[in-house]
């Protein structure tokens, strides 16, 4: 349930938010904000969240965790209102829109503060429990960003937004508060403090900590043990789906186990040659290992070789799948590893705010999720291999992803992708890496069905591109030479490693 408008009085009032100075923004998520507020010498941090049905707004002793990759509204609003002070904060009316007036000094090009020029904004915070956003306006009230972005309702970059602003009579201030009583929130709060690791009296509680134990530990949604009871179902339904998998891995490598029975079958189709017959499609014999009646299934229409010749190969087919099965088993038994201590990491945390970032990494299905440059990356190390799999990945990561001194690698007179190894300073690239990087070029190319090939490599300023030639063709100069035979091992590691990477957390 989010916060009514009687409440959100209630806990500006406590804030007393004008005169305070903006330092440090922070977004853990897209529905929350939070704010570190200074003033007087005292730290606050205010938080906001818009997510359905737990829209508020208080104050908070937990801390906030960084998203790990910067969000677009937390990065504007840094660019605009950092630093900036509250001259006022209200609600509008009982609309449960929260009007903040603030003013920053301008900066020139270089960052520098402009003395005495001002920038003067406006910050609406809409606390609507399906239509929470955060809209930073001019003084004119011009949309300059908004957290949500909702062209049907004009809340975008260049819209107006002017919410309608009264003055509310007495009578209309004591109606509001009987049909919106504001809430008490004791029993929930007794309950938190008498809990063994929060010994604290709950009169000493302000109503902005209430609101925070409240949302953090009891409400129906963003609480705690919300959370928590979501993690357990995504962590059911993970393991499930992970030990299935293993356990269909685990069944098929028992199938191939049977493998040295088809090279034995093939030996005595060879042995017992003489007595294939025509007309049948089993070769009945003793088999000379424990000397009883055995009866083969063979193709008629071949000879004796021809159906030894298929059951060797079924039996080849069946030792080297057996090997990458083992492989695959491996891989599969990590994946669950990594799921039990992302579980654990989940339920040892105390921060709902945390948990519930924690939970969105993987809310995401794989094939939405939008990644940083085109093809495949490696981490071997320390270094960081980038793969471009086709021309245009190719073209790409030359154009915009790597740069002079990243070494370049690619098959000599064969179509393949290019494999980069970003530059460390002060490093040289060891031999590994060039091995590992080497067998990613030989197997993202055509050359990857012999096994081998020649390869050259140089530094990316080396490159030239042909002109009017097709995309992602480069002639190369200074380049060295290297001849790579396919190593399974280094096949294996890199996709262990990618699994690793790619992996919930």
């Known amino acids: 349930m989010s916060l009514n408008s009687n409440e959100i009085n209630v806990i500006l009032e406590e804030l007393n938010l004008a005169g305070s100075f903006i330092q440090e923004?922070?977004?853990?998520g897209f529905d929350t904000l939070s704010f570190s507020i200074y003033k007087s010498g005292e730290a606050k941090t205010l938080l906001i969240c818009t997510k359905p049905n737990a829209c508020r707004i208080n104050s908070t002793n937990k801390k906030?965790?960084?998203?790990e990759k910067p969000l677009r509204f937390m990065e504007f609003l840094r660019s605009k209102i950092r630093g900036a002070k509250i001259i006022s904060c209200s609600q509008l009316a009982l609309d449960r829109i929260i009007k903040f007036e603030l003013s920053r000094n301008a900066q020139n090009e270089y960052g520098n503060n402009i003395p005495d020029v001002f920038e003067e904004y406006l910050m609406y915070v809409r606390l609507w429990s399906n239509a929470g956003n955060v809209i930073l306006c001019s003084k004119d009230g011009k949309i300059l960003d908004s957290m949500y972005r909702r062209p049907a309702k004009g809340e975008i970059t260049g819209g107006i937004f002017i919410p309608e602003s009264k003055i509310l009579t007495e009578d209309e201030k004591k109606s509001a508060l009987e049909r919106f009583p504001v809430r008490t929130f004791d029993e929930v709060v007794q309950n938190f403090c008498t809990n063994g690791e929060n010994q604290k009296n709950p009169q000493e509680l302000s109503f902005n900590q209430k609101v925070d134990i409240w949302y953090s530990e009891f409400a129906k949604t963003l609480s705690r043990e919300a959370l928590l009871e979501q993690a357990e179902k995504w962590y059911n339904t993970r393991k499930s789906r992970q030990e299935n998998a293993l356990e269909r891995l685990v069944a098929?490598?028992?199938d191939f186990a049977d493998a040295a029975r088809l090279k034995h079958q093939g030996d005595l189709i060879l042995s017992f040659a003489h007595l294939l017959d025509?007309?049948?499609?089993?070769?009945?014999?003793?088999d000379y290992e424990t000397n009883r009646t055995v009866r083969i299934k063979v193709d008629k229409t071949k000879t004796?070789?021809?159906?030894?010749?298929?059951?060797?190969?079924?039996?080849?087919?069946?030792?080297?799948?057996s090997q990458e099965l083992e492989h695959e088993i491996e891989l599969a038994k990590n994946a669950l590893a990594q799921l039990e201590k992302a579980y654990r990491q989940i339920i040892n945390e105390k921060n709902p705010v945390k948990i519930?970032?924690?939970l969105r990494k993987d809310s995401k299905p794989r094939q939405q999720e939008k990644k940083s440059h085109p093809g495949l990356d490696y981490t071997v190390?320390?270094?960081?291999?980038?793969?471009?799999?086709?021309?245009?990945?190719?073209?790409?990561?030359?154009?915009?992803?790597?740069k002079g001194p990243d070494l370049w690698m690619h098959t000599r007179d064969c179509p393949g992708g290019f494999v980069f190894i970003k530059n460390r300073a002060n490093k040289t690239v060891p031999l590994k890496i060039l091995l590992y990087?080497?067998?990613l070029a030989v197997y993202y190319s055509k050359a990857r069905k012999a096994g081998k090939a020649d390869l050259y490599y140089t530094h990316v300023k080396h490159l030239r591109r042909a002109k009017n030639g097709p995309k992602g063709l480069v002639l190369p100069t200074q380049e060295k030479n290297i001849t790579i035979e396919l190593d399974n091992k280094i096949l294996h590691d890199l996709e262990k490693i990618k699994a690793e990477q790619d992996s919930i957390f």
């Open 304 to 321: 004796a070789q021809e159906n030894a010749s298929a059951y060797y190969n079924l039996y080849k087919k069946q030792i080297s799948g």
């Open 64 to 67: 906030i965790p960084r998203n």
């Open 252 to 254: 098929k490598q028992k």
């Open 278 to 286: 025509k007309n049948s499609n089993f070769l009945e014999c003793t």
């Open 381 to 402: 190390d320390g270094w960081y291999i980038l793969v471009g799999r086709d021309s245009n990945e190719n073209d790409d990561l030359l154009r915009h992803y790597v």
């Open 25 to 28: 923004i922070v977004q853990p």
């Open 437 to 439: 990087a080497g067998n």
């Open 356 to 358: 519930e970032q924690l």
